[in-house]
């Protein structure tokens, strides 16, 4: 049954590439016969205007594979604007490569799109044909205008047909899909070289990131024990020294104070607990990430849907990340979507940690105004990770969250 729902989900997933993927080979169709105009055009003086445009086409399209390429695997980093200059752009490593691409995948995309949708569509089509053949003339057999049926016998082996589309479909779904990735995979990253220096840049920033991280968890740790543990614990230093000096006075009132001091002391361990619990949550450690996250859906104030597939523990580092983004992201539904219901999807997929939530709140989600958001993104970002999140005004609001999965 597992094995069913794999093949099922990675069927469904392939699909999902290869839509996205034809429209953007659709895209780089249209940037490619621009280009193609404007360079024909270039050879008489007329397309020395449009060409900068032209390249900036042809990057625009790039990027939003690069985009798309990202969601599914290892993240390909964007080179940013287009260089000034005609002469300059055509010399870029960049611009080559992303012209080169335009021309392969405008074929590659457009194919293996059409091929991977027509195979479920086809399935469905005749897989059902026995249903309704008598609604078509004999000689209109679906997508097949040369066989005549003449019966239920004809009908069914078209369904059977329609069985075998359904077949390819889940086999080679996913084949199309690496098959349509392959050239964004192959010409988009940086060249050689300039891939190691952007590498370096990246984690130049991420170290700062997770410096900058690290800096304000222990404020906030040091706060917290300031002004909340220490104050306690002051608290009951100064109770037992007043019912040190009341048990030779009033013995009565020594019994209220001591009271009051234990009161203290038990308020001040449940806040060292959960200072505690802010550094590494015990949870983890007892129950594993999944019982950990059901803990956090079950005390969640919005109805909230968990859904964990993760067969193999992560880097201890890794879980509490993922913990900490979940808890972070479902105080901000509860305090700032207005949202009715909340989902949360974690799952292990090629070495990676996904986590998703998205609710059905009234989204308008901004990092800037202080909603914990920045500091997720710092959090995860430390950790290699990557974080986007997306919020148009009227919700839904969904962010996805991918972790490099240690162990």
Same mark, same amino acid.
């Given at each position: 049954?597992?094995? @069913?729902?794999? &093949?099922?989900?990675?069927?469904? *997933? +392939? /699909?999902?590439?290869? !839509?996205? =993927?034809? %429209? ?120 097949? @205008?040369?066989? &005549?049926?003449?019966?239920?016998? *004809? +009908? /069914?082996?078209?369904? !059977?047909? =329609?069985? %075998? ?135 969640? !104030? ?106």
């Amino acid at each position: 049954m597992a094995y @069913v729902r794999g &093949r099922v989900r990675a069927t469904v *997933d +392939a /699909l999902e590439h290869l !839509v996205g =993927g034809l %429209g953007t080979a659709t895209l780089a169709l249209g940037a490619l016969l621009w280009a193609a105009i404007v360079a024909v055009t270039c050879l008489v003086g007329v397309g020395l205007l449009a060409a900068p445009g032209a390249l900036r086409a042809v990057r625009w399209v790039s990027d939003r594979e690069r985009t798309r390429l990202s969601r599914w695997g290892e993240p390909i980093p964007t080179p940013g604007p287009v260089p000034a200059g005609l002469r300059t752009a055509t010399r870029d490593p960049f611009v080559r490569r992303e012209l080169g691409w335009v021309a392969l995948y405008s074929l590659v995309g457009l194919v293996t799109g059409l091929v991977g949708i027509a195979l479920p569509l086809y399935a469905v089509q005749d897989g059902t044909f026995p249903l309704w053949y008598r609604l078509v003339p004999p000689d209109a057999a679906p997508g097949i @205008v040369w066989w &005549r049926i003449d019966g239920l016998s *004809d +009908a /069914l082996w078209v369904g !059977v047909l =329609g069985v %075998g589309c359904l077949a390819a479909a889940v086999w080679f779904s996913p084949v199309l899909a690496r098959l349509q990735a392959w050239p964004g995979r192959l010409l988009l990253p940086p060249p050689p070289g300039v891939d190691l220096s952007l590498r370096v840049a990246e984690l130049t920033a991420t170290r700062a990131a997770a410096l900058d991280a690290h800096a304000v968890e222990l404020r906030r740790i040091e706060r917290s024990l300031h002004d909340g543990t220490q104050n306690r614990l002051v608290a009951v230093n100064v109770l037992l020294g007043a019912a040190r000096r009341a048990v030779r006075r009033n013995p009565d009132r020594a019994d209220e104070i001591l009271g009051q001091a234990q009161d203290a002391a038990e308020q001040a361990l449940g806040e060292l607990r959960t200072v505690v619990r802010g550094i590494l949550p015990p949870v983890l450690d007892d129950r594993g990430l999944a019982g950990a996250l059901a803990g956090l859906a079950g005390s969640c !104030v919005v109805p909230c849907r968990l859904e964990v597939d993760v067969t193999v523990r992560c880097a201890a580092s890794v879980e509490a990340t993922a913990y900490f983004v979940v808890a972070e992201a479902l105080t901000n539904v509860v305090r700032h979507s207005g949202a009715s219901q909340v989902d949360v999807v974690v799952r292990r997929e090629r070495g990676r940690l996904l986590v998703c939530i998205e609710d059905d709140g009234h989204g308008d989600a901004d990092e800037t105004r202080g909603s914990g958001l920045t500091g997720i993104r710092r959090r995860v970002e430390a950790y290699d990770g990557r974080m986007t999140l997306t919020s148009p005004p009227g919700g839904p609001t969904r962010m996805d969250v991918e972790l490099p999965c240690g162990s």
